[in-house]
């Protein structure tokens, strides 16, 4: 299995990114997908989760301005993020449950002016 995140980059306070994960070597559209973050001091903590069915679960801190997602037929997930705030800096990874745990590479999202 191998995950290949990209998307991050330098943003102001309010905008936006849209975060994607490329994955490969598994069925993808059988297992939920997650993004988790880690910002510098901090632990990893789980951001959002899309399941096979597309329920999705945010954490409270990103609810109403992320959006997660996943095309099946592309074996890929997004997560849009929007109206962002300094507090969002952090690595952002892809993580998979495929008889084990899965991560992307991680993508660096820093939010600043």
């Known amino acids: 299995v191998q995950l290949q995140a990209s998307g991050g980059g330098l943003v102001q306070p309010g905008g936006s990114l849209r975060l994607s994960c490329a994955a490969s070597g598994m069925v993808f559209s059988f297992y939920t997908m997650d993004w988790y973050r880690q910002a510098p001091g901090k632990q990893r903590e789980l951001v959002a989760r899309v399941t096979p069915s597309t329920n999705t679960y945010y954490v409270d801190a990103v609810k109403g301005r992320f959006t997660i997602s996943r095309d099946n037929a592309k074996s890929t997930v997004y997560l849009q993020m929007d109206s962002l705030k300094p507090e969002d800096t952090a690595v952002y990874y892809c993580?998979?449950?495929?008889?084990?745990?899965?991560w992307g590479q991680g993508t660096l999202v820093t939010v600043s002016s």
């Open positions: 993580h998979v449950q495929y008889r084990r745990d899965y």
